[in-house]
Each structure stands twice: as C-alpha cells, then as structure tokens.
C-alpha cells in the first residue's frame, strides 16, 4: 500500500512539476495615465525575456498595455489585459522596451525579467526563434480537441464565424501557474456533451500565434464563449 501511495505521489510531481520560474523585478508600481508611455531600458549583451503585470484594482477590459521592442531593427509589439512576457534581443548592448497605455483609465504595472527552467511537453513550443503576431480565433464551432498528458497544450480544431476551418496547438502553460487557462476542460465538455454552437458561438480564443507551417497559440490571454463584442483590429483576426 504505501509503495502504491509512493508511486501515486512521484505520478503526480511528474504531471504537474512542470517548469521552474522566476520573475525578478525590473520595475514595480509604474503608473501610466490614458495614452502615456514610458521608456525601460536594460542594459544586456544577451537575450532576456522581459514581461509586465498589469497591478491597478480597475482590470482591463480590453488590451490595455502594449509593450513595443524600441531596440532597433523590427519593431515587435504585444498588447494583453493582463500582462505577458517575450524575449528582446539586445542592439548595442542595450534593449528598449516601450510600454504604452492604451485604455481610457490610468494603468499601473510591474516589469520584471524571467528565468525559467521548463519540462512541460509544451516547451518544445516556447522557442524564441519566432517572435509571431498577436492573433484571434472567432470559433464558431469546435470540430475535436486533443490535450497533452500534462495538460501543458492543447491541438484544436474548428470553424471560424467566417466559415474558415482550423487547427492551432493551444499552449496553456504560463508564468503564472497559480492561475492557469483551463479553457481545454470547457472545450472538452462542449465535444463530449455534443454542445450546440448556440450556446458558446462566437468563442474567443486569443494569443501570440508563432510557427511554420502551423499555427502554435502561445501566451494565451483570453478565452471566454459567447463574446460577439470582442473588439480586435481586424489584421489580427484569424480569416
């Protein structure tokens, strides 16, 4: 009995001791009113992956913070509600990073670089060769949805409210594992159920979609059913 509890236990770990992460603070408490931007720059002669929190009591509805790479050479933007991490290549020993408040009330948010040590079977994932573009799915219907063993990813497919069928590995794992996107389980049960597209279309699936020749969801920021007013510039919409 108890090398059976033993087993059970090591089974566990295995499954859910899936990354080791740090976040140290770069700057914290930085306040930014409707439509101002503020300037970080750290010097470096490496590569870091550099995120922020957005930390007001007013949440965002909307993405509210974009951070913009001011290094030089492309210009890479990212815009969440809630915060999100991606790695800056330096120029001249230095990385510029512009962080930008694009909502109607004043935003507060704490920078901080990463250090993170992953096992999780999406890690193959998180590669930094390709920076990607923020991206959105309008599901109107699910077709299947495969999840890795450790939960870390999910391979979706479905049609778009345009009428475009789809396939997107899902990568559900995050800095923050305290609270991570379960949106996989909702999906799931929306398949098995046999859920009529009614009750869930449009669904909102949003992220940093990177790869060749298929479409990987990193970053994942929203997730929610029934969203017909979910406002995105239409270059970033999945046609």
């Not at 999100?84 to 510029?96: C, D, N, Q």
């Not at 670089?113 to 590669?127: G, I, S, Y």
């Not at 923050?176 to 279309?201: A, D, M, V």
Request: glycine letters at 8%; aromatic letters at 10%; a neutral charge.
């Amino acid at each position: 009995m108890k090398k059976i509890t033993i087993l059970l236990l090591l089974m566990f770990l295995a499954l859910h001791a899936q990354a080791s992460v740090t976040n140290i603070p770069i700057q914290s408490g930085i306040e930014l009113k409707p439509g101002e931007a503020k300037l970080i720059t750290l010097e470096s002669t490496q590569k870091l992956e550099v995120g922020w929190t957005a930390v007001q009591k007013q949440k965002c509805t909307m993405h509210c913070v974009e951070a913009a790479d001011k290094s030089g050479g492309y210009e890479y933007k990212i815009a969440t509600d809630r915060g999100a991490s991606t790695i800056y290549t330096p120029v001249g020993g230095k990385i510029l990073i512009q962080y930008s408040n694009k909502a109607d009330h004043p935003v507060m948010i704490d920078v901080y670089k990463v250090e993170r040590v992953c096992d999780a079977e999406a890690c193959v994932f998180l590669e930094d060769s390709d920076k990607g573009k923020w991206l959105v799915f309008k599901v109107d219907e699910f077709k299947s949805i495969e999840t890795s063993k450790d939960e870390s990813y999910s391979v979706i497919s479905g049609v778009t409210a345009g009428g475009k069928e789809f396939t997107v590995k899902a990568v559900w794992w995050t800095d923050n594992n305290n609270s991570p996107f379960t949106c996989y389980k909702t999906i799931g049960n929306y398949l098995n159920n046999k859920t009529p597209k009614e009750e869930y279309s449009p669904y909102i699936l949003s992220g940093r979609a990177v790869g060749q020749g298929e479409i990987i969801l990193r970053d994942v920021d929203t997730c929610v059913p029934k969203a017909p007013h979910f406002g995105v510039p239409e270059e970033n919409v999945y046609k």
